[in-house]
């Protein structure tokens, strides 16, 4: 059974503090995701990595990183929260393009995060 | 650059009728996804289309495929109250890893 998890489900974090969100999936994927999703606005992308240590910017990247050390973790990292980052955050792995890969994107659970 | 509309964005309906929620995609792509989405909780898929004609069908659920008319459809029979929820479609562009999402249709059905 396939599986993506991330490390809280609820993180109540102060302003300027430094955040780390971490996500593991043991599918062996080489694509994971960061989402974040807030009311009225969908699913915005802020990073890609399709590989050890190798990202890509999302659609919103201002204010986040992420670090990619080993295949099955993605972590994505706010440097200086602030209260504008209050989401839910999505991570998501997938295999890469190519032969009968499906792409099919897995979630985890999600992490509601809020900054106060 | 592709984009996903889907319509309606949200959707009020009866239990026991039947209805058609639409995704429209603007360039070719031969992957299109089916996503659930219940309140306060994750993203679980539904369905994978590959090819034109495709058609799958879980339950009260069916989703096609017509990749002419860059079209996908999710098709409820007989609604029952456990099919609330959100559901996004996303296509993938040819050639890229990253799926685009549509904004979501949410279906409230009505016991």
């Known amino acids: 059974d396939v599986k993506v998890t991330q490390s809280s489900r609820y993180l109540v974090k102060r302003t300027g503090e430094k955040v780390f969100l971490e996500c593991v999936q043991d599918?062996?994927?080489?694509?994971m995701f960061w989402y974040r999703q807030d009311p009225g606005l969908g699913l915005r992308l802020i990073y890609f990595s399709y590989d050890v240590k190798m990202k890509e910017k999302g659609d919103i990247p201002e204010g986040y990183s992420v670090s990619r050390e080993k295949k099955e973790r993605f972590s994505l990292i706010l440097e200086s929260a602030s209260t504008n980052q209050t989401s839910m955050y999505l991570c998501?792995?997938?295999?890469?393009?190519?032969?009968?890969?499906?792409?099919?994107?897995?979630f985890g659970p999600g992490t509601r995060l809020t900054v106060l | 650059e592709l984009k996903v509309e889907q319509n309606p964005l949200f959707l009020s309906m009866q239990e026991g009728k039947n209805y058609t929620i639409y995704c429209n995609y603007s360039t070719t792509s031969d992957r299109l996804y089916w996503y659930r989405q219940d309140p306060g909780k994750s993203l679980e898929s539904l369905f994978v289309?590959?090819?034109?004609?495709a058609v799958k069908q879980e339950g009260r659920l069916m989703a096609s495929l017509d990749t002419k008319a860059r079209l996908s459809t999710l098709h409820i029979t007989a609604a029952v109250h456990d099919l609330s929820a959100t559901y996004f479609c996303?296509?993938?562009?040819?050639?890229?890893?990253?799926?685009?999402f549509g904004k979501g249709t949410r279906l409230h059905i009505l016991p």
């Open positions: 289309l590959l090819s034109n004609g």
């Open positions: 996303a296509a993938l562009p040819d050639g890229d890893d990253k799926i685009i």
């Open positions: 998501a792995s997938s295999r890469a393009t190519g032969g009968w890969s499906y792409n099919e994107q897995f």
């Open positions: 599918m062996d994927h080489e694509n």
